[in-house]
């Protein structure tokens, strides 16, 4: 069951000017080490970090919270599963709220999907309830 639903739309010129004002203070508030290093290695590396913010504000709507109740951005992030597939990493506030969420005798697994046609970047998150 669908237990959590969420999307986002970013500016990747926005997120450009925001690298570009900001740099590091920007991008060590936002982004885990891992987004940041994969971000890092992409030649237009601000449609990689538009994609990965667009994913962050999709995740904290499907958790139902938005950036309150204890969700901080880092709290999310974009990781790979080894098919190579986008899902979210949680922890801390984050985390806590996805096990809330999650109804007894269910596991959560996170959806993700993200685009970019330049100048968008945009993500899909969904969040099903597994029975165990």
């Known amino acids: 069951m669908i237990i959590g639903l969420g999307s986002d739309l970013a ?8 690298l570009e ?3 590091e203070r920007f991008t060590n508030r936002i982004f885990t080490e891992t987004e940041q290093r994969r971000s890092e290695r992409k030649p237009d590396k601000a449609a990689s970090y538009a994609k990965r913010f ?17 969700v901080f951005w880092r709290d999310m992030g974009v990781a790979n ?10 922890t801390n506030g984050a985390l806590k ?12 697994v996170v959806h993700v999907t ?11 998150v969904i ?4 029975p165990e």
């Open 97 to 108: 709220r996805l096990q809330e969420i999650t109804p007894a005798g269910h596991r959560a």
């Open 11 to 18: 500016d990747i010129r926005r997120i450009e000017k925001t």
């Open 81 to 90: 599963m080894p098919s190579g597939a986008p899902t979210m990493a949680l």
């Open 114 to 124: 993200l685009t970019d046609d330049h100048p968008y970047a945009q993500a899909f």
């Open 127 to 130: 969040i099903e309830a597994v």
């Open 54 to 70: 667009a994913a962050k504000e999709a995740c904290s709507k499907a958790l139902g919270t938005g950036f309150r109740r204890g």
């Open 21 to 23: 004002r900001f740099g």
